[in-house]
């Protein structure tokens, strides 16, 4: 069992920042890849972020490259995911989730799942 709980969402002008941290509560966090993954009400879970095990491989969706950054300390047991240039429509609910190996984009890929945090974008 890997428990992650998310932290750092919040509200935040059009244009700001916020980085998000998912600590994981298992010692083999060190072997498994992480992503990150957001929500809105009513509507499905969508990727947003991955990252492989060891750091080395990053996976984006479209819509945040270049303003998104997902990174890991394995020390630290804690994925971040470091969003800049935020726009409005990056409302959501924000979740990390946990896979055994390798960067994937689709939710069913993940077997670990955070509770989320919320992140507001206003204008």
């Known amino acids: 069992q890997v428990q992650l709980v998310e932290s750092g969402g919040g509200l935040v002008q059009a244009g700001g920042s916020l980085r998000l941290s998912c600590a994981a509560s298992?010692?083999?966090?060190?072997?498994?890849?992480m992503g990150w993954f957001r929500q809105a009400p009513g509507k499905e879970r969508e990727f947003v972020a991955a990252?492989?095990?060891?750091?080395?491989?990053?996976l984006y969706a479209d819509y945040v490259k270049g303003r998104f950054t997902i990174s890991r300390d394995n020390a630290k047991n804690t994925v971040y995911l470091q969003m800049s240039s935020l726009k409005t429509e990056d409302t959501d609910i924000y979740y990390c989730?946990?896979?055994?190996?390798?960067?994937?984009?689709?939710?069913?890929?993940?077997?670990?799942w955070g509770q989320g945090t919320q992140v507001t974008v206003s204008s």
């Open positions: 990252i492989s095990w060891s750091g080395g491989s990053t």
């Open positions: 298992r010692r083999t966090f060190s072997t498994r890849a």
């Open positions: 989730a946990s896979r055994t190996s390798g960067v994937r984009s689709g939710v069913e890929d993940y077997d670990y």
